[in-house]
Structures are given as C-alpha cells and as structure tokens.
C-alpha cells in the first residue's frame, strides 16, 4: 500500500480493514476501468443484469463494462472462491450472496480485484481469455432491481429534514419529542420498487387542498422525489433475537441510492393517524449497484456530532464503534432535466448536494432499532435512510424543502418554474464518495422520467 | 339444491353464484366431516401443512382432516382439473394457486367437492383407495404460513375501533377528517407473520411514561392483540394499472384470521409521524386455513350502512354489487385463557365476539383504494382489515378497548385482572359462518401463547 498523499482514515478501526483491494495505485486491464470516476478496481461493486431471452446474472461493474461472474466462475478463473460463495454468484439475485453474510463479499471482491489486476497471476491468465467472453457492455444489458426485497423499511434519519417538514406543518413543534431518542422508521412496500431507468406514472389519488370541500380524485398536484441511501441486509436474524449494535455492521451487506418518490398532497391528507400509504407506494426507484462495505472502508466516518444538551443514544443504541467510524463519507446530488430542457438540449441542473455524514443515525443504529423488538431481517431486504438534507438549503434532498412547499419555486435554465416535478422531467441521483489518497468510488445513477398520469377512465373519476 | 328454511341470499348477485357445493344435505365419506363445525364439504379450506422430514404440500381442510392435493392428483383422483390448476395444487405454498386467480380456486373446488361426497362416482372412486395415502389427520402435521407473503398491508376499517382509539388520544377529535373518505391502511412487516399455534415473545422497546423523564428500555407493559380478517390477494394488477371496484373481488381469494399483535406503550412513543413500526412488527398471526370466497357465497351481506351525514364513499370506491353485497357475514371471537387458568383446569373465557358485517369498508374497497395510485398488487400479497370492533363494549377486539387503555380491568375466572397481556397467556380467535338453511363453516383458529422476554443482555439494558 502506498501512503504518498494519503491523510490517515478518521476511523482507526476501518484502518486495519484496509487491504489491498482499496490500493490508489492498482491498475485494471479493462479500458478505462482505472480512472473511472464511479466504478474504477476499487470499487467492484455487485449487480444483477440481464440480456435479451437470457436469465439474470450476478455481475461486477468494472469501468463502463460488468464482469459477468457465471462466465467468469464457468471458465475456471475463480477456482479459489469458497464452492458455497461461488455457487452463490452464480444465482439469478444477490439475496444467495447476501445469505451468505459479508465474508462472502470480502472472498468475491479478493476474487475478483485479483482477476482484473494488470500485476496479478489470475490478471494474467484472464487476459488470456476471450474478453467477449466474461464481460459485457452495461449499456448493452438490463440493470435489475438487485435482490428480491422481502420487506423494505423507510427511516427518517436527518434531522435537518425532520425538522425542516414537521416545521411546515407544526411550526410550534417542528420536530417531535421522539425524534432524539428513536430511529423512526415505517415499513414500504416491496412491490413497487423498481430499478434506475423505470419511468414512473403521475399516480392518482384523493387530495383536499380545501378543508371545507370534499376531497377530489385527481392526479397529484405535487409530486417529488426524496433522495435516500438504501442498504442491504446481510445474514439476517432469527425472529425474537436482536441483533446488537456491535454486530449491526455483520449484517449491512452494501448500499445503493433510494428515490423514495412522494406525492405530497395525497401524504397530507392521507397519512394520519398511520403514517404514508399510497402517497409513497406507487413507485420506489433503486439504483442498481450494491457498493458493499468492504468497498467503503477508506470512507468511514464518524456517527453525528450531537449538539450540545442533544440526549446521548440509548445504550442498545450505543457503542464506541458507532460513534468513531459508523457513519459514511458520502456526497449525493440530485439534478433535474424538463423536456424542455432536452428539447433545447440543455444538460441537467443541479437541484442539491448533502453528505450522508450529517445523518442524525447510523445505519448501524437503525439495523439495530429495527431488530431490537425481536423482528426478523432477512438477506436482501432493503432498508433506506430517509431523506439526506444537509443545514443548508442547498442540502435539501427533496423539492418539498427545496422550494418550501412550493413557495419558493426554482427557475430551472429555460425559464421554466418547478415548485413540484412536472411530466416529462427526468430526474438523477448521483453519489460517490472521495479521499486523498485513495481512488474516487461511485454508486453510479438512479434515474427515473416522470410520466403523464394514465388516461383517466370512470372508475377513476372523481 | 334443497330450499327447505332457506332464506333468501341478502345479496342477489350472491344467489346467482350459489352451486352445487354449498347444498346443506351434501354427505360426505370422511368420518365426522358432515357435522364438523368448521370444516364440512361445504367449506373446503385450502392450507398448506408438512411432516417432519418432507416438503410442504397444499390442502384441503375436511373435518379433522386434510386432503393432500399431491396424494390426490398422483393418484389419478382429479384428472378433470386444468393442467395449471392441478400443477399449482402440487406447489409448496398457495402462491401458484393465488396467481392464477379465482377460476383456480373454483375448479378446485368443484373438483374436491365431488371426490368427497358420498353420492358421486368420483367419490365412490375415491373411497376405493386407501384413504391414508390421501388424507392426513390435522393434528398430525404442522400447518404453515400458505402463502409466501410479499407484502402485507394493514387497514383500520372499523369505524369502532378507530372512534374508540382516537378518543383516548384525541378526546376533543376522536375521528380524524380524512377516515369517512379514505380507506386508512398502513404497511407491515411480512417476514414476522407466524403461524397459528406459535408463541410470542413479550418484546422490549422504548417506553415512556413519563413525558418528563428519558424513555427507558423494556419489556412492554402494554402487549395486546387485535382481532382481524386477513384476504389473500389473487392475481394482481401490474404497476401503473388500478382496479377497478367492479373488478375487486376478483383479486380476492380467500379470507383468514389475524391477531396483530401490538405493544401499545411502544406505539403511543413511536408512532408520530410515520406510523406504528416496532409496536406491532415483531409478530403477527395469521390462521393457516384460506376459505375461499367462494365457500362464502351464503353469507355475503350488504356493505355497512352509512349513518346520516355520512359522506357516500367516491366514484371509485362506489359500486351497487359492493353496496348490496360487498360485505361478509362473519362472527368473531376471542378467547383467553391464563397460565393459571390452564393450571386449575379452567376452560378459555370468551373476551369478545363482533360481526365483520360492521366494518365501514369492504374488503373490495381497502383493495381498490390500495391499488387507486397504481400499487402493483401479487398474489399472495395479505391485506387485514384492522381490528374487527363493534358498538358494544363486549365487540371490542383488543384490550385497548375492551380495558379502556388498561383502566377498567377484566377480571377472569380465577380471581386474575387482564389489563394487557400477561406472560403464560394463550389467546384464540374463532370465527365462523351462518345461516339458516346452509351448512355453517368456520375459519379454524388463530393461536398464540406469550412467551416472557428474550433474557436480559448488556446491549438490550436501558
């Protein structure tokens, strides 16, 4: 390992998980993988693909290529992998892969670093082999949704989001008494959860802007986006035993970009007392890269700096771990292109930039307050952070604090105003994390179009 | 059919569905099944159940017994079924059957009808073979979960129970603005739906009491039940494509029993403002038998009658069928009986029996609502209808209401005060069909003792 540049990481304990894999200086025989800006040999992050007629795959983005690891794994090139971890990457899904926990992912990414190193014995003889062969174009194949998701779970994890919504609709009380001492969190549906590409349609829905009329059956009128980091579960619990804040990070088998789409009228008038129903679960949208936590070793972080008269977590809550490196250095950005903007061929616009850092809860402590009543998680459900908005206002993940519940629209290069996402505009998350000393990794793009509502029919009218 | 004391459907589309497999005089070979109060051959509840050592199957539920479909088609016995009814009848769980919709159920139903009467040449066949190679006593395998759940949603459609919950919480506003005009529901977890017949561990959580003190870690004082009817989804609709009100029922396949388990002192501290999470999701039991809606054709009865001043419900929620016939005639009731009361040998005591012909949305609504913005639905998906609660104090389904949030105790047979649940206690839903003139039919029982909390560890205390 070189250490020219290098600033020490801020977490000693993700320290001494360095290893050769995050190495700045390791070159790729794959053309152009070594100075890719999101998926150079450090970062070998996991997906799930398809070509035409053909079954999906477990795959390794690799520059702007995927290593295909059936291919791989049936022309002998990863003969070293344990059989268990072999015949898992060989699945239709990651959930195999995630069952088996994240040694399985340490072996693969060992694996598969070694296999596509210019310096490396198993660099050498994989080079020798038909290209064609083990790696395929990523803008010649499907990115699917990466693993069957038995259940999804929606934190509300930044405070500053917290706090900037409830002060919209509480002013007196922006944020709620529970907000310091619990992850709060709801289950989403599963169903719904597409992958980055998926258009999503207007939904429908009830909304009463005036409280003094019944409530009308309409398209909604404010539809946004929310940008969140998601993670996978690894491992799992048995239902009954939770799981503890030491061994949260055993079960985080990597993560990926959540748009948690939100129509904001049908919320409002919908979500009490039991929280967002059909305002949320008409369409999820995945990025489709799994960065697993070996990847992001160098990018550890520490958890929140509470303020000043801020409760300490609760002691399930708690540990010295968490707090010294349980977060993760991560910058999102959202940016936004109408078809106006396409028609006049205008690139997209930047709408925000946060870090995940400034996130009130680890992802650590919401796995451990998800299991600490004893519920079972299990290998592929996803869990998502919430909304990642930063203090200031160009941090704010979603368009309901960007542009204050739609009062202070943004005027986007053509003129045109966005209080909500109108149809026809395409949205895209971006994120990726960097360091001195280490190579840029990134969790490529989570994108979605936003469609006209379907054709109205009678059974829709209001 | 035989019209002696019949009296006429409430519903006349119902009438028309009526057939020969709900004719009371039907006789059936196995031994008991003619009288049995659940499961005459009028019901034929489907199931799914294993032995030790071998792979689930999907049933048929006859008496104290279960016809085993695999036996039954590997033994030539139901060569008339559709070649895909009778492939999803020899799956592992009822998700086959649930995809290809209500015709599956029926034929199926048809079919297993006719092998089980005295009086066909199917069941003259059918007594010709050894009846051990095709029927299982219940008590001699364990019944399952039947279907791989993906996502389950729970609504909250009596009127009775959200007035009575909203009253303790909001005395001055017991019923929130939008319930006369929404279907209210929410996500829960799948992966902790159990069985009947499983025990549930007491969880811990965050409670607080005392608003000026820090919450404290803890088992929950406040464990409940709620009595619910759960439909398992048919078919499905894709994402984007709502269904239609008229169309509901076709996505409806069968009905069971539900007891949400709920931790209500968890639940007063986490809910706002995204819901119950942790209060409920550590378990929830599902009764394992699936009637179908078309063993419930007899006790189809109107949609609840709105009270003057109420809202008519919205174009898409508004159908004459579901109006005059939407609802379903069912009696409920729920049984505890005390670690105690077993130790003196006292029977179980009856804490409540209400009719689900009192909820103030149907079935058909809660599904229609749900898929209104698009939700894709699946087969096997579970919808519950939220606590089944009546007018009367003795119609409530849970201990919330039934002890007015713990302050006017039940007393039981042994001397014992209920405010909540307490360790060692066993809880049985019943509920059942009938009518004058058609065999009654019943759902089974949903069964569940609670266990004591998980033992004490360092990473749990407080």
């Known amino acids: 390992m070189t250490d020219e540049g290098r600033t020490p990481p801020p977490d000693p304990a993700a320290e001494s998980r360095l290893d050769d894999t995050h190495r700045p200086g390791l070159e790729c025989w794959v053309e152009g993988a070594s100075k890719h800006p999101d998926f150079p040999i450090q970062n070998l992050p996991l997906c799930v693909f398809d070509a035409p007629g053909e079954a999906p795959r477990v795959g390794i983005g690799i520059g702007d290529m995927i290593l295909d690891l059936s291919a791989v794994i049936d022309a002998g090139l990863m003969d070293t992998l344990p059989p268990d971890v072999a015949a898992a990457s060989r699945d239709r899904s990651l959930n195999a892969l995630m069952a088996l926990g994240r040694p399985a992912a340490r072996a693969l990414r060992r694996a598969a670093s070694l296999l596509l190193r210019t310096d490396t014995e198993e660099g050498r003889f994989a080079r020798g082999v038909d290209a064609s062969r083990i790696l395929v174009a990523q803008d010649q194949v499907r990115l699917l949704v990466p693993a069957v998701i038995g259940d999804y779970t929606d934190f509300y994890a930044s405070v500053y989001h917290a706090t900037n919504v409830g002060s919209m609709f509480r002013p007196d009380n922006p944020l709620l008494p529970n ?24 939904p429908r829905g009830q909304l009463r802007d005036d409280p003094s009329q019944p409530p009308v059956v309409a398209p909604t009128r404010r539809l946004d986006y929310e940008l969140e980091v998601g993670a996978f579960v690894a491992g799992g619990n048995a239902l009954g035993e939770p799981i503890p804040i030491d061994r949260a990070e055993e079960h985080l088998f990597g993560l990926c970009l959540v748009n948690d789409w939100s129509a904001r009228d049908m919320q409002t008038w919908e979500y009490q007392p039991l929280g967002p129903f059909l305002a949320k679960n008409f369409a999820t949208t995945v990025s489709p890269w799994v960065v697993t936590l070996d990847a992001l070793v160098p990018f550890r972080a520490p958890a929140f700096a509470r303020a000043e008269g ?34 006049e061929g205008k690139e997209a616009v930047r709408l925000s930039r946060s870090q995940f850092t400034g996130m009130y809860w680890t992802l650590a402590q919401m796995l451990t307050h998800h299991a600490s009543n004893g519920c079972n998680l299990r ?30 629209p943004i005027t986007l290069p053509t003129g045109e105003e966005r209080r909500f996402l109108e149809d026809g505009d395409e949205l895209v998350m971006r994120a990726w994390c960097e360091r001195d000393g280490f190579a840029r990794i990134g969790f490529g793009e989570c994108r979605g179009e936003v469609l006209p509502p379907e054709r109205r029919d009678s059974s829709q009218s209001s």
């Not at 907000?179 to 207007?202: D, E, L, M, N, Q």
């Not at 290998?379 to 009062?407: F, H, N």
Request: glycine share 14%; hydrophobic share 30%; aromatic share 6%.
């Open 179 to 202: 907000y310091k001492w619990v992850p709060i969190g709801y289950h989403g549906r599963a169903s719904s959860i597409v992958p980055s590409g998926t258009a999503v349609r207007r």
């Open 310 to 343: 801020d409760p300490s977590p609760l002691p399930y809550l708690a540990s010295g771990e968490n707090e010294s490196g349980g977060g993760f250095d991560i910058t999102l950005e959202v940016h936004l292109r109408s078809a106006k903007m396409r028609d």
């Open 379 to 408: 290998p592929g459900d996803l869990i998502a952070s919430g909304t990642v908005s930063g203090p200031e206002k160009d941090q704010r993940g979603c368009l309901l604090e960007l542009t204050w519940r739609g009062g202070e």
